[in-house]
């Protein structure tokens, strides 16, 4: 399936990296993924419409399979909730949304295992316009790549250093950005009254290089051995976070 690749269907950003990737690789055919963690509000429909534009924008170019819905509530819980205070008190910085966006591209692997380690296309952009996102700051963002290098997929990322005006010339300026996409109930919980994000750069280095990476590895080597060992049952993602943040703890002593 050297010609299929995954998107990850999301908002604006991730329909746009989606055509801007059959521009620079030719795919012909793209699979259509959608993501659910629980905490989405707004119309259930709305990533359904996300790949009718896609497919429309796409034409005879490329075809665009029926969507694949994907969902993982306790790999989510386990990376996100469960050990929240500790790893703010070990590492300095927390935000469910941090490992939200690790988690979301997790979701993707198995399917792209399945058809032959396919590249996964997702919308990630280092900057939106001065606007700061902590789930997409490049050190995360290259954190995650390497996750899914370590899984053997290719995690295409064709925005990362785009404007939004540069893709909504590309998708059309009828579409503002975070229009026609699901909302989080977790939403600017990382914010300050005034709406700035503040945050300990050297905190997040930390959370990039011992937690998000660390523990994302250690989800695919989970994986991995169930799927050589032909176990269907799901890793103990508790425990694999737990021994993640316990080595970070080992390691920290000894330093």
């Given amino acids: 399936m050297s010609d299929t690749a995954i998107v990850e269907i999301a908002g604006r950003?991730?329909?746009?990296?989606?055509?801007?990737?059959?521009?620079?690789?030719?795919?012909?055919?793209?699979?259509?993924?959608?993501?659910?963690?629980?905490?989405?509000?707004?119309?259930?429909?709305?990533?359904?419409?996300?790949?009718?534009?896609?497919?429309q924008s796409l034409g005879a170019e490329c075809h665009v399979l029926e969507p694949v819905v994907l969902s993982d509530p306790p790999l989510w819980s386990a990376l996100n909730t469960r050990f929240?205070?500790?790893?703010?008190?070990?590492?300095?910085?927390?935000?469910?949304?941090?490992?939200?966006?690790?988690?979301?591209?997790?979701?993707?692997?198995?399917?792209?295992?399945q058809a032959g380690n396919t590249p996964i296309i997702a919308g990630e952009r280092d900057s939106h316009d001065g606007r700061v996102k902590l789930s997409q700051l490049p050190q995360g963002i290259d954190a995650t790549g390497r996750v899914l290098a370590h899984a053997g997929i290719e995690?295409?990322?064709?925005?990362?250093?785009?404007?939004?005006?540069?893709?909504?010339a590309?998708?059309?300026?009828?579409?503002?950005?975070?229009?026609?996409?699901?909302?989080?109930?977790?939403?600017?919980n990382y914010t300050q009254l005034d709406g700035s994000v503040l945050y300990d750069e050297t905190a997040y280095a930390a959370y990039a290089l011992h937690f998000l990476e660390p523990v994302g590895r250690a989800v695919v080597d989970a994986?991995?051995?169930n799927h050589e060992d032909n176990d269907s049952d799901q890793p103990d993602y508790v425990a694999i976070v737990r021994a993640v943040l316990e080595s970070t703890v080992t390691t920290e002593l000894r330093a």
Avoid at 89 to 107: I, K, R, T
Avoid at 155 to 168: D, F, H, I, N
Avoid at 170 to 176: D, I, Y
Wanted: with cysteine; hydrophobic share 45%.
């Fill in 13 to 55: 950003d991730s329909i746009a990296a989606a055509l801007q990737a059959v521009r620079l690789r030719s795919f012909s055919e793209l699979i259509p993924t959608v993501a659910y963690v629980g905490t989405e509000i707004g119309d259930r429909e709305a990533p359904l419409h996300a790949i009718d534009v896609l497919q």
């Fill in 84 to 113: 929240a205070a500790g790893v703010r008190s070990l590492l300095g910085l927390w935000s469910p949304c941090l490992a939200c966006h690790l988690y979301l591209h997790l979701l993707r692997v198995p399917i792209s295992w």
């Fill in 155 to 168: 995690l295409m990322q064709p925005l990362r250093s785009w404007t939004g005006a540069e893709v909504a």
């Fill in 170 to 188: 590309l998708v059309g300026n009828r579409w503002q950005e975070g229009h026609g996409q699901l909302g989080c109930l977790l939403s600017g």
């Fill in 223 to 225: 994986w991995r051995k």
